[in-house]
T-cell receptor, first 111, second 112 residues
Framework: QKEVEQNSGPLSVPEGAIASLNCTYS??????FFWYRQYSGKSPELIMS??SNGDKEDGRFTAQLNKASQYVSLLIRDSQPSDSATYLC???????????WGLGTSLAVNP | KAGVTQTPRYLIKTRGQQVTLSCSPI?????VSWYQQTPGQGLQFLFE???????NKGNFPGRFSGRQFSNSRSEMNVSTLELGDSALYLC???????????FGSGTRLTVV
C-alpha cells in the first residue's frame, strides 16, 4: 500500500461544476495535510493546509479531513478552466519525518 | 516579501561533471527541502534541513549531497553527473516543519 494515494485521473468536469479530489494515507499518526496545485512546467503552489478533522474553506476551495477514515479531500466549487492543473496531496506523518507526497490528480475543466 | 529563489534557472552539464544548485528561502523560514521532478514522476524527496541540520534524506545515491548555512540558505551538489540526473530540481522552504512549503521556480538541469 502506498503511503499517500490519489487517483491519477484525468478528472474532467464542466465549467461551473464542483470538482472533488480525494487522497488517502496510511499513517494514522499523520498530523498535517496539504493540497498543492501544479500547472504544467511550473512549481507546486500551496493552496490549502488542514490540521484537524472537519472542513476548512478558503474562497472556492474546501479541504475536508477525516482522520478516522484516513482521507483528505479537496472540493473546488464553480470550477474554472484556469483550475486545470495537477493537484498534489501531501501528508506530514509526524515530527521529524519527511513530507509524503501523492502522485497527483490531473484535473481538466472544460469550458 | 521575496519568495524562494533558486539559481541558476537552467543548467547544461556534461556527464561526469559536478554541479551545485543554490536556494535562498523566504526570510524567516528555517526549513528547506529539495526535490527532484522528472516527466511522469512524482516529486522525489532529496533532503530536508532545519537550522543547518539534515533532518531527513531521501533514497538517492551518495553523489547527491546538500547543506544549509546559518542564514538558512541551502545548496545541493551532484557529483559525477549521469544522464538520468536530468530533471527539474525544486527547493521549498517553510517556517517550521509542520507548515506548508513554498516552492522556488526550480533549476532545470540537463546532462548531455
Amino acid at each position: 500500500q502506498k503511503e499517500v494515494e490519489q487517483n491519477s485521473g484525468p478528472l474532467s468536469v464542466p465549467e461551473g461544476a464542483i470538482a472533488s479530489l480525494n487522497c488517502t494515507y496510511s499513517d494514522r499518526g499523520s498530523q498535517s495535510f496539504f493540497w498543492y496545485r501544479q500547472y504544467s512546467g511550473k512549481s507546486p503552489e500551496l493552496i490549502m493546509s488542514i490540521y484537524s478533522n472537519g472542513d476548512k474553506e478558503d474562497g472556492r476551495f474546501t479541504a475536508q479531513l477525516n482522520k478516522a477514515s484516513q482521507y483528505v479531500s479537496l472540493l473546488i466549487r464553480d470550477s474554472q478552466p484556469s483550475d486545470s492543473a495537477t493537484y498534489l496531496c501531501a501528508v506530514k506523518p509526524g515530527n521529524n519525518r519527511k513530507l509524503i507526497w501523492g502522485l497527483g490528480t490531473s484535473l481538466a475543466v472544460n469550458p | 516579501k521575496a519568495g524562494v529563489t533558486q539559481t541558476p534557472r537552467y543548467l547544461i552539464k556534461t556527464r561526469g561533471q559536478q554541479v551545485t544548485l543554490s536556494c535562498s528561502p523566504i526570510s524567516g523560514h528555517r526549513s528547506v527541502s529539495w526535490y527532484q521532478q522528472t516527466p511522469g514522476q512524482g516529486l522525489q524527496f532529496l533532503f530536508e534541513y532545519f537550522s543547518e541540520t539534515q533532518r531527513n534524506k531521501g533514497n538517492f545515491p551518495g553523489r547527491f549531497s546538500g547543506r544549509q548555512f546559518s542564514n538558512s540558505r541551502s545548496e545541493m551538489n551532484v557529483s559525477t553527473l549521469e544522464l538520468g540526473d536530468s530533471a527539474l530540481y525544486l527547493c521549498a522552504s517553510s517556517l517550521t516543519e509542520n507548515y506548508g512549503y513554498t516552492f522556488g521556480s526550480g533549476t532545470r538541469l540537463t546532462v548531455v
